[in-house]
């Protein structure tokens, strides 16, 4: 588990430091890509280190390991670099598990500095929202 504050947060500090990590990185197979969208898909390893004490016995991928991995891979994809740490809109609808076949998809809207995503498994739709960039990201 992550630590926590006098106030029971996470600080945005600590996540930084947590997931900006290269160890941590995922290698997607990349589905499509060009200047506005990218989609990948990554099966999910029970071996990933995000899943360790997320839960003993019936592990799933933690929400923020989650929006981690869409900051990298839109960084990655888009070569930005400034993600203002705020989130819009995001739901985290079904658990992510070890074995399940995630299918990434991210759309970069320049002008609004905003990246949208979602993550499936097959039809069903795991998590999705955007991330805000800052005006120069």
Known sequence: ?????AQGKIEQATLRGTFSNPESGLDWRVLTA???HWAGEIEVSEKLWVLDGHFPGNAIVPGVAQISWVAEAAKNAFDVDGFSGNLEAVKFRSPIVPG????????IDRKAHKVHFEMTNGDRSCSLGRLLLTPDG
Do not use: A, F, M, V
């Open 1 to 5: 588990s992550l630590p926590i504050n």
């Open 34 to 36: 060009d200047e506005e």
């Open 100 to 107: 399940n076949l995630i299918r990434l998809t991210l759309r």
